[in-house]
């Protein structure tokens, strides 16, 4: 296909128009945009249950990861009327409205039709809308962990065995994500009986009390004079208004790597120092 050529495709009983398939959107690995839109569709049935119900944050590669990006919350304009959308009050937007409609990405034609503009990353709250567009109280925690100068996926995963075994001792199981850039994150489902506010408040005691207790390891600050060597614990992340990459999302870096889901086999290994934990690159999930 020519540059700029597009194609109608069929998609979850709809017809799509999809482009540039030949272009190169991952420089580095030559990985191009019909791969992407290949890697999309074969994970889709893991990743939308991740995106059902929530606002998704979209933030887009058109040129590819070499050029410019921009992150997007509105709906792109010419969204065709099928893709659900909701608005939502208080979020702000960079054009300086008070509302934001986001779309809700609840079939592959939806998945496809924003991967197709270039969406490469996309970003959910914790928290998910009702049958009517109203925001829930959040269904899940999740803790951040960011490796600082000096320290990697082991510290990460040392860090993450230590507030797994916290959360247990409260009755909630954690699952393990590497990030897909630098880092790792760690969610636990909720009841939905519970504020975002209150969940940000726990979190934060949760790093506060590690930090004290490993401060060669762990940092609940972002301090960057003290973060070499160390994991920033972000518990921000619980904020309503913030939100944490997708888990089976492909991010915007140099290499085509995915915001992937692991095994507590392989963190625990990890943090023993008895087997390496790396990123995981799209091209190894399908």
Not at 161 to 180: F, I, K, M
Request: charged share 20%.
């Amino acid at each position: 296909m020519a540059a700029g050529e597009s194609q109608s495709v069929h998609v979850a009983g709809r017809t799509l128009r999809v482009s540039s398939l030949d272009k190169v959107l991952y420089p580095e690995t030559g990985t191009t945009k019909g791969e992407v839109l290949n890697y999309y569709v074969q994970i889709a049935d893991r990743l939308l249950p991740r995106l059902a119900g929530r606002p998704v944050t979209r933030v887009r590669w058109p040129d590819g990861v070499a050029r410019e990006s921009f992150f997007e919350k509105n709906v792109p304009s010419g969204v065709p009327d099928w893709l659900p959308r909701v608005t939502l009050s208080g979020h702000g937007s960079r054009s300086g409205g008070t509302t934001v409609t986001y779309p809700l990405v609840e079939d592959l034609a939806g998945l496809v039709y924003l991967v197709n503009l270039g969406s490469l990353e996309l970003h959910v709250p914790q928290w998910r809308v009702d049958k009517d567009g109203v925001p829930q109280p959040p269904d899940r925690l999740v803790i951040d962990l960011d490796p600082g100068p000096g320290a990697g996926l082991t510290e990460c995963a040392r860090v993450a065995v230590l507030v797994s075994n916290r959360l247990a001792d409260v009755g909630l199981e954690c699952e393990p994500v590497t990030s897909g850039s630098k880092g790792m994150q760690l969610y636990a489902a909720l009841d939905g009986e519970r504020t975002s506010d209150e969940v940000s408040a726990v979190t934060k005691a949760l790093a506060q009390q590690l930090t004290e207790q490993h401060p060669d390891l762990v940092l609940w600050q972002m301090t960057k004079a003290r973060r070499a060597g160390k994991v920033f614990l972000d518990w921000s992340q619980n904020n309503a208004a913030k939100t944490t990459i997708c888990p089976w999302s492909m991010r915007g870096r140099d290499r085509p790597q995915v915001a992937t889901p692991r095994s507590w086999d392989e963190i625990t290994t990890a943090a023993h120092g008895t087997a390496a934990l790396t990123q995981v690159r799209f091209d190894a999930l399908v």
